[in-house]
């Protein structure tokens, strides 16, 4: 377990990180390089900026030496510390996916709207609890990039890999040097828990797929997520094939449940699932990923005739229309 705020993974990468979610999800982000540098997710704001800079201290350098600020999309635990860190080291050129251009000069407004959707009930239930886009304002990045760019930072290079499975503009990075993949919000969101995916509504289940079977394919020597503990060699594999595993299980229990009713809310259909599976979110996830994962299963089934969406009736429900042979 990490305890630092500043743990060196090896001679060119570090891991900085604070404290974690309500989930237990890390708070963290990473310094690539030796002598130059890319940070690679900035975390919440106001709360690991400064480590950033002493990490960079640690290793005999300043503010000068860091050349990017990367971000594999715009979450609030994400890219809440930009706007420290541009000060921190105002040399640096913070990138972001040319999709994300909307989103980025309206953080807040853009993912409640359409990210998320969030109805007058959850509008409500953030302000009571901390809302988290509150810490996003409008910034403007210094390039936006696409798919296959490459950047240079010393002896490594930068690759970014776009799928769009998570959220639109979501993008991995890989460093070459060490064979190192930032994953971002590709996998899990909580530590140990692969089910703890995300797929918002920009985003897309089958991408979400292509993304997972890139990263069975790819090699990977060292695993970086933005919310859990980072995976080295024989590990990289069985971490990956766990969360693909984790989406098929929920999709069975989700079939499974439409079998012992006929009609189904969507939000019926998450209680059902969660509770048979023992899945529980935490602030702010708890709002932010349930409805949004149930309905990319449910496009998915839909796709595949196995589920009807009955539009007509209010509320919307869904209705199991597949083989009976499989679930009867």
Request: aromatic share 12%; glycine share 6%; with cysteine.
């Amino acid at each position: 377990m990490i305890t630092d705020p500043i743990h060196d993974i090896n001679e060119s990468l570090t891991v900085v990180e604070g404290p974690s979610g309500d989930g237990g999800e890390k708070n963290r982000g990473y310094l690539v390089g030796k002598d130059s540098f890319a940070i690679i997710n900035t975390g919440r704001r106001g709360t690991i900026e400064s480590s950033f800079q002493e990490a960079v201290y640690n290793k005999g350098k300043d503010s000068k030496n860091v050349k990017y600020i990367f971000l594999t999309h715009a979450y609030p635990d994400i890219m809440g510390g930009v706007y420290k860190l541009k000060k921190l080291f105002p040399n640096a050129q913070v990138a972001v996916h040319e999709k994300l251009k909307d989103v980025m000069e309206d953080p807040k407004g853009e993912l409640r709207a359409t990210h998320f959707k969030f109805s007058r009930k959850e509008r409500l239930y953030f302000a009571v609890k901390k809302d988290p886009f509150d810490d996003l304002d409008k910034f403007k990045p210094d390039i936006y990039f696409k798919d296959g760019d490459k950047f240079d930072i010393g002896d490594t290079r930068i690759m970014v890999v776009n799928f769009d499975g998570t959220s639109s503009g979501h993008s991995m990075f890989f460093s070459t040097a060490e064979r190192t993949m930032f994953t971002g919000d590709a996998l899990n969101i909580y530590p140990a828990l692969p089910h703890s995916y995300v797929i918002d509504y920009t985003g897309n289940y089958k991408k979400w797929f292509k993304n997972i079977e890139f990263l069975e394919k790819a090699k990977i020597s060292i695993l970086c997520p933005a919310h859990d503990g980072y995976q080295e060699a024989r590990h990289v594999s069985p971490y990956i094939r766990d969360v693909r595993e984790a989406f098929m299980q929920f999709e069975s229990q989700l079939l499974m449940a439409m079998t012992e009713q006929k009609y189904l809310t969507r939000d019926e259909l998450v209680e059902r699932v969660q509770d048979s599976q023992g899945i529980v979110w935490y602030h702010p996830y708890m709002i932010m990923a349930p409805k949004v994962n149930m309905e990319a299963h449910l496009n998915k089934l839909i796709a595949e005739k196995k589920v009807q969406k009955n539009e007509k009736s209010d509320p919307v429900t869904y209705t199991y229309i597949g083989p009976k042979d499989d679930y009867y």
